[in-house]
């Protein structure tokens, strides 16, 4: 990384110089000028991309099927007598109705509350950041005055060419890293500027150094993360050399940290009170690595200056500048421990009181080994977080599984909620998409082709009698999920995770539960936590207003992944409020900043999505998607599928006449697989093991006793 530097004058010291190697040292007055010059165009994009969440304009019927509509009377005039006038005139009157709804919906105060704070926020958070830039790199002052003189014209370009709008996945072919890194300078479209033209080297360290800076402000917020994004790619560096950097000051950062620790018998006694302080032990509330970062300010001393300078500097920046450009967070154990949530544990009580009757159990657990909290080390943590959260479990095994494609790049959770009814849920769909019933009816639709109707109450009658196989555990599971995602954004209000950037992806009722998240979220005016969020195959309304109030909470992108061929999903939601449409089942309309992602093509089956997810997210150009688990995921998935159509075709073989004889089985076969699992999670608790690593931890409840505790005398009483 030094390859730069340029020859020392006769008689420095190397050391002496590496010392001096700062921004100003290897920028000009003029690049400078150029950098604060890009940061202000860059977050002056961002902010009018948050803007126009809240625009009217933006507000349009499906943009694919209009636009063909209006081509076709455009490109074909010699044609005249084929085209369908009144399908015209219906494309021009949804988009009326629409634009006349947005424009009602915006008007209400509560919708204008919204967007003022959303934008108080970002501009708070804008100015630190050109203040402290600026304070680095030329003046406030400078700094300040280039914001003023961003042009229009280039923010509204920049905003265009980051949209993308609906897209469709048609195959399961693997993306490769040309596709990739395509899929990131789409997304993040650069911004032009001199400094892209510097050596290689000069801009890796122009990176690093405002990673750093943005350091200095105590946190990595989202719109941190989205800011040093879009200046990666208008540095014309590739999205590793971030992803490496992000590594390297995290690991850095703890280093430091824990050099400066005095681990005497005193520092570990508070550590492991901390840990044991709250049952309800949330995500890294419960970290060992407390005891690495401190968990009080009087636990250890100070960090050096010096110290930390010398593990930062080693990329290619002089201690001294490295050290300064961090800020406080360079003589601080504290502000490094809550920087990876080393004080997760002080939720308020009101989580506890409110939720926790509500909630069976709760926590998130390490996707990896290696980001175990108790078998962890500096190496496996990071500055970004994701959070996985899966729809339905046939295992208790299954609570990580689903989520190994997740790279080791961001610090990955999974969070494990309501294991009980998410197992019930999955037996209930698994038998139910194998019974003969579910086997005939998905033929006539398919032959029919009337999916979209089917929500009028059409579906076979012989598959509304064995209904209740799954609509109760769904709407059980349905209920939870609401009350699992409130409890969720109370834990990242209150900063389980740190103050880092997270990612939120779920599929099915996962997706319910993140989506009730961002609700809260929005309600509580917390800004500038989620860096991204991907629904897939959600049973949750497509309505405007919900999205915009998720669209106003994520900094970075919004992705709705739905398929027109989830039968199952639509069977589902068949009584629910339709009206406002399904997310699962078509694309979130009107919002400016969501991406809906088609996958009809490859989801004709909601349990699909458990498998699916790895290759959909990679394919749409996110980060950290292992391609060896998701290769691994789709293998599994085609056995999966076989395994079902020999278990259908043998129930088809057995149908009987009577249909309350046939759904009685079907009861009895579900009640038998909950009976087994949940005989099979006492077990594991009795033999005093962690299923992959979860029952020890979880949401309390009036007994006060753990999760796994309820779990296992509730399997007692089934098997008596």
């Not at 003046?139 to 300040?144: F, G, L, M, Y």
């Not at 009816?441 to 009028?456: D, N």
Request: charged share 30%; with cysteine; hydrophobic share 40%.
């Amino acid at each position: 990384m030094a390859s730069w530097a340029p020859k020392l004058p006769f008689g420095q010291h190397k050391e002496e110089h590496k010392d001096e190697t700062s921004l100003t040292t290897l920028l000009t007055a003029d690049q400078c000028a150029d950098l604060t010059f890009l940061i202000a165009t860059i977050t002056a994009t961002m902010r009018k991309s948050l803007l126009q969440t809240f625009a009217a304009e933006e507000v349009q019927p499906d943009a694919k099927s209009s636009k063909t509509d209006e081509d076709a009377l455009r490109n074909a005039p010699s044609d005249l007598g084929n085209v369908d006038v009144a399908k015209e005139d219906k494309v021009k009157k949804e988009r009326e109705l629409r634009e006349q709804d947005a424009k009602k919906e915006l008007a209400q105060p509560e919708v204008q509350e919204l967007k003022k704070e959303m934008l108080q926020y970002f501009d708070e958070w804008r100015g630190k950041v050109v203040s402290r830039v600026g304070e680095i790199v030329n003046s406030r002052e400078q700094a300040k005055e280039q914001t003023r003189h961003v042009g229009e014209r280039d923010v509204q370009e920049s905003v265009k060419k980051s949209e993308i709008g609906t897209t469709s996945i048609t195959s399961l072919d693997t993306r490769n890293d040309e596709d990739e890194e395509k899929a990131f300078q789409d997304i993040y479209p650069a911004v032009p500027s001199q400094l892209s033209q510097l050596e290689e080297s000069k801009r890796a360290l122009i990176l690093h150094s405002l990673v750093l800076i943005l350091l200095s402000l105590e946190h990595y917020s989202a719109h941190s993360r989205i800011l040093i994004l879009h200046l990666t790619s208008s540095l014309g560096l590739p999205l590793s050399v971030l992803k490496k950097d992000e590594e390297t000051v995290a690991q850095g950062l703890l280093e430091a940290a824990s050099q400066q620790l005095n681990a005497d018998a005193e520092t570990k006694k508070a550590a492991e009170a901390s840990q044991t302080a709250r049952k309800w032990k949330v995500g890294l509330a419960s970290v060992a690595g407390a005891a690495l970062i401190g968990v009080t300010g009087g636990l250890a001393a100070p960090l050096l200056a010096a110290g930390v300078g010398s593990v930062m500097g080693g990329i290619g920046l002089g201690a001294t500048a490295a050290a300064g450009y961090l800020g406080t967070l360079a003589g601080s154990t504290v502000l490094v421990g809550g920087l990876f949530g080393a004080y997760g544990a002080r939720m308020t009580g009101r989580a506890m009181d409110d939720y926790a009757r509500e909630v069976e159990d709760f926590a998130f657990i390490p996707i990896h080994r290696s980001q175990d909290p108790k078998h962890q080390d500096n190496e496996s943590r990071r500055l970004r977080v994701a959070i996985a959260a899966s729809g339905w479990l046939r295992d208790p095994e299954e609570v990580s599984k689903p989520w190994r494609y997740i790279g080791k790049g961001t610090e990955g959770f999974v969070l494990r909620w309501e294991l009980e009814a998410l197992i019930k849920l999955g037996h209930s769909l698994e038998t139910f998409v194998t019974s003969a019933a579910w086997g005939y009816a998905k033929k006539k639709i398919i032959e029919q082709t009337v999916f979209a109707t089917l929500t009028a109450a059409l579906w076979p009658l012989g598959l509304l009698r064995i209904a209740s196989v799954l609509d109760n555990p769904f709407s059980v599971a349905k209920y939870r999920a609401e009350k699992a995602g409130e409890v969720l954004a109370d834990a990242l209000i209150n900063k389980v995770q740190g103050e880092r950037p997270v990612t939120l992806v779920g599929y099915s009722l996962g997706a319910r539960l993140i989506y009730s998240c961002c609700q809260k979220l929005a309600e509580r005016r917390a800004f500038g936590l989620i860096e991204n969020v991907v629904l897939l195959g959600a049973p949750c309304p497509s309505d405007v207003a919900d999205w915009r109030r998720i669209r106003s909470v994520v900094s970075g992108r919004v992705v709705n992944v739905f398929s027109k061929q989830d039968f199952i999903l639509g069977f589902l939601y068949r009584t629910s409020s339709v009206q406002l449409g399904v997310a699962g089942l078509q694309p979130v309309v009107g919002v400016h900043g969501v991406q809906n992602v088609d996958v009809s093509e490859l989801v004709d089956g909601h349990l699909q999505y458990r498998y699916l997810t790895g290759s959909i997210l990679r394919k749409i150009g996110f980060e950290d998607v292992d391609i060896k688990e998701v290769e691994r995921a789709e293998a599994e998935m085609k056995r999966q599928q076989e395994e079902e159509k020999r278990e259908r075709e043998k129930n088809e073989g057995k149908i009987g006449n009577d249909e309350g004889e046939d759904k009685e089985k079907l009861e009895s076969e579900v009640q038998k697989k909950n009976e087994q699992s949940m005989w099979q999670m006492m077990q594991e608790k009795t033999k005093g093991l962690d299923i992959g690593g979860f029952l020890g931890g979880g949401g309390g409840g009036s007994s006060g006793k753990q999760p796994g505790e309820r779990v296992g005398e509730k399997a007692q009483q089934q098997q008596k």
